[in-house]
């Protein structure tokens, strides 16, 4: 089956901390999304990447970052965390012949 | 004009009713279309695809309209366990290619 993990369920991090939220499928699947959902405003793009090494701005890239050094693994960054980036965060990987996407569990992220 | 536009809802109904949901979009290039459900603070995960033929999977038949740029999905016999957020989601590029747009999503109670 096909999985995508992301590292933490629940995280709470202080203002102007650096955070890192990691991603990884098992599908090598050369598509990854990083998006944030909050209530009322739906789903929004961060950053998204189509291979290694590469990635793409979303909607609301500011402050965040991302890394894509393997395949498998996509991380997004919060470089200094402000309390307006609580949210939850999802990750996702696109399926083959664009079937959808797979997503992760999701982080949900409190920042104090 | 949003890109892909739902009713927020609730819908609420009972046990065994029939209900369906409808969503627009924006952009007539949009290649492929689908329906995710999403429970109470879980990650989305893909309901069923949208063809242009229609289809259905059990209980769920979606529906796509390209000329009047809308899609639709009727649930029948309603269950407990269908209760959710139904998000609309459409891709523009189509393949692997590209991101999803999605909507904010209707909810939908169903109450015995």
């Known amino acids: 089956d096909v999985k995508v993990t992301q590292s933490s369920r629940y995280l709470v991090k202080r203002t102007g901390e650096k955070v890192f939220l990691e991603c990884v499928q098992d599908?090598?699947?050369?598509?990854m999304f990083w998006y944030r959902q909050d209530p009322g405003l739906g789903l929004r793009l961060i950053y998204f990447?189509?291979?290694?090494?590469?990635?793409e701005k979303g909607d609301i890239p500011e402050g965040y970052s991302v890394s894509r050094e393997k395949k498998e693994r996509f991380s997004l960054i919060l470089e200094s965390a402000s309390t307006n980036q609580t949210s939850m965060y999802l990750c996702?990987?696109?399926?083959?012949?664009?079937?959808?996407?797979?997503f992760g569990s999701g982080t949900r992220l409190t920042v104090v | 004009r949003k890109e892909v536009e739902q009713d927020p809802g609730p819908f609420n109904v009972p046990e065994g009713a029939t209900v369906a949901f409808n969503c627009t979009y924006s952009?007539?290039?949009?290649?492929?279309f689908f329906w995710y459900r999403q429970d109470c603070r879980k990650e989305p995960k893909l309901l069923m695809s949208?063809?242009?033929s229609g289809n259905e999977d059990g209980r769920f038949t979606a529906q796509l309209n390209r000329a009047s740029q809308y899609i639709s999905l009727l649930i029948r016999d309603s269950k407990l366990s269908d209760s959710a957020t139904y998000l609309c989601?459409?891709?523009?590029?189509?393949?692997?290619?590209?991101?999803?747009?999605f909507g904010k999503g209707t909810k939908l109670s169903v109450k015995p």
């Open positions: 952009n007539s290039a949009s290649q492929s």
């Open positions: 599908m090598d699947h050369e598509n």
């Open positions: 990447s189509y291979d290694v090494k590469m990635k």
């Open positions: 949208v063809y242009s």
């Open positions: 989601v459409v891709n523009i590029y189509g393949g692997s290619q590209g991101n999803l747009i």
């Open positions: 996702a990987s696109i399926t083959s012949r664009g079937r959808g996407y797979t």
